[in-house]
């Protein structure tokens, strides 16, 4: 198998790819879910909006399930620091995503107006809470995060939940959402007809926009007004989880490092900035053929991948830093679980993931057709 080092490195780029994986799928029905108020005006579109995704939006989770129980197995420090320092936004993360189920199963089963509305709402509120502390979690992680061990590797978390939010992490906040937001409607105007689509086209070229503008204004508060994080002293990257013998220190500009060294990567940020302004203008166009809407949904996933990448170059080889303790960061050499376990997951992953991506195309494939509202009309009693 491989040696411990490149298992260390694997695995960062395995658990990236399977948030990225969860971004895409379940982030197409969430963006579906936030933009239900605003693109459906009668209650048979809010049916077509919902059964767009349907078939397959329970099994998306299967992505963030997996994506969890990695980072528990791989980065079990950063497991155990971060449900403690973002405990509550946890929780309210948890807590919003119980009404997505309950949403999608039980509001059809009273035929009334008011029931259905509630429910409605109660989707967008299950669809946009998860985005949004996601992104404000990214921008925390960015700051760095109070924490810092004792002796005995306890962790020990001195902020509080009011202080996770500040200008930089809601912005962070929203564009995570916008991102969500935007995939939603490129994903509407693929399975939608007529009024639905053609709103959906509306509202998600202006979120490209704003998620664009967005993005460059985070961009450049990384550059001048967020210190970032700079290991001085040498990296044992073969040894075990040790996390608190390093030297760390802060500087402006310091999570450009990474870009500075290798301008090649200057291409993903730059993607993420130009890929929305592509996705608007396919949007924009008045009609639009299959390759136009395929292309728009292409771009919009384009985009996720850019700037999910872009945050996890700016801060390699750092996981999780620490504001208060920067030399007890957490990073991807020192965090890690042994050697034999990374290797045993790592034959599990191989076996598993393929799987996972077989039947999720395979479902998207079989389940694939326009919804219209006279469908739904026609499947009254057994659609959502």
């Known amino acids: ?14 658990i990236g790819f399977l948030f990225i994986g969860f971004a895409i799928t379940d982030g197409m029905d969430m963006g579906v879910g936030g933009l239900l108020p605003f693109v459906a005006k009668s209650d048979a579109e809010s049916r077509v909006v919902i059964n767009t995704v349907g078939a397959h939006w329970d099994g998306n989770q299967v992505w963030f399930i997996t994506a969890g129980a990695s980072l528990f197995a791989a980065w079990p420090l950063v497991y155990a620091t971060a ?13 919003s995503l119980f009404l997505r189920p309950l949403a999608f199963d039980y509001r059809s089963k009273i035929d009334s107006l008011k029931w259905r509305t509630n429910w409605d709402k109660a989707l967008f509120v299950g669809s946009m809470v998860p985005p949004l502390v996601f992104g404000v979690a990214f921008g925390n992680l960015l700051q760095g995060v109070p924490f ?18 500040t200008p930089f992490t809601l912005l962070t906040g929203i564009v995570s959402v916008a991102m969500m937001l935007m995939h939603g409607s490129t994903w509407l105007v693929m399975r939608t007809d007529e009024d639905v689509a053609q709103r959906s086209a509306n509202f998600g070229r202006v979120i490209a926009i704003v998620l664009s503008v967005s993005f460059i204004i985070a961009g450049l508060m990384v550059w001048h007004n967020v210190d970032g994080y700079l290991v001085v002293s040498a990296i044992d990257t073969l040894g075990q989880s040790q996390p608190t013998i390093k030297s760390v220190v802060t ?20 993607t993420g900035i130009l890929a929305p302004f592509l996705v608007a203008a396919l949007l924009s166009v008045k009609k639009k053929s299959t390759s136009v809407k395929v292309t728009a ?35 991807m050499w020192d965090t890690v679980s042994s050697e034999g376990t990374l290797n045993l997951m790592l034959i599990v992953v191989a076996i598993f993931v393929p799987i996972i991506l077989g039947y999720t195309i395979w479902c998207y494939k079989k389940m694939w057709r326009t919804v219209t509202v006279a469908e739904i009309e026609q499947n009254s009693h057994t659609a959502y």
């Open 297 to 331: 949904f292409i771009g919009s996933s384009i985009t996720i991948i850019s700037i999910i990448l872009t945050a996890g170059i700016s801060m390699f080889p750092f996981v999780m830093p620490s504001s208060s303790h920067p030399s007890h960061s957490l990073l």
């Open 148 to 165: 810092n061990f004792d002796s005995l590797m306890r962790v020990t978390y001195t902020g509080s939940f009011f202080a996770l939010f």
């Open 1 to 14: 198998m491989f040696d411990y080092e490149t298992l260390k490195f694997i695995w960062w780029c395995l």
């Open 83 to 95: 449900f403690s320092g973002f405990y509550f936004a946890m929780m309210l993360t948890l807590f």
């Open 251 to 270: 500087s402006s500009g310091a999570w450009l490092t990474n870009y500075k060294e290798t301008p090649l990567l200057w291409l993903v940020p730059i």
